[in-house]
Nanobody, 124 residues
Framework: VQLQASGGGLVQTGGSLRLSCEVS????????VAWFRRALGKEREFVAG???????YDADSVKGRFTVSRENAKNTVYLRMDGLVPEDTALYYC???????????????????WGQGTQVTVSS
């Protein structure tokens, strides 16, 4: 399984970005795909995900601002980020897993496959 994340960049506060994660070797019917981020000096944290059945879920810190979706024909998961603030600055990773369940879907330890990360920087 391989994941390729892209779409990061530098934006001003209030701006938007869309991250893409192209997934190969894992179908969306069996794999849950999620986005995590790691800010400088902080722990990796869950951002948003899309369960293998299509159910989406996100962190309280991004609720109402970030939207996760997928395009089956392109084997790609997207993270649309609106209303960006400097606190969203981080390296964003997409990850996939075929073994997460509802109680573990936010836990990075249950995701076995990771992309290389794409940097998002929000200036004030």
């Amino acid at each position: 399984v391989q994941l390729q994340a892209s779409g990061g960049g530098l934006v001003q506060t209030g701006g938007s970005l869309r991250l893409s994660c192209e997934v190969s070797g894992c179908t969306f019917s069996t794999c849950t795909v999620a986005w995590f981020r790691r800010a400088l000096g902080k722990e990796r944290e869950f951002v948003a995900g899309i369960f293998r059945g299509g159910h989406t879920y996100d962190a309280d810190s991004v609720k109402g601002r970030f939207t996760v979706s997928r395009e089956n024909a392109k084997n790609t998961v997207y993270l649309r980020m609106d209303g960006l603030v400097p606190e969203d600055t981080a390296l964003y990773y997409c990850a996939a897993s075929s073994r997460v369940i509802m109680t573990t879907r936010r836990n990075p330890l249950y995701f076995d496959y990771w992309g290389q990360g794409t940097q998002v920087t929000v200036s004030s």
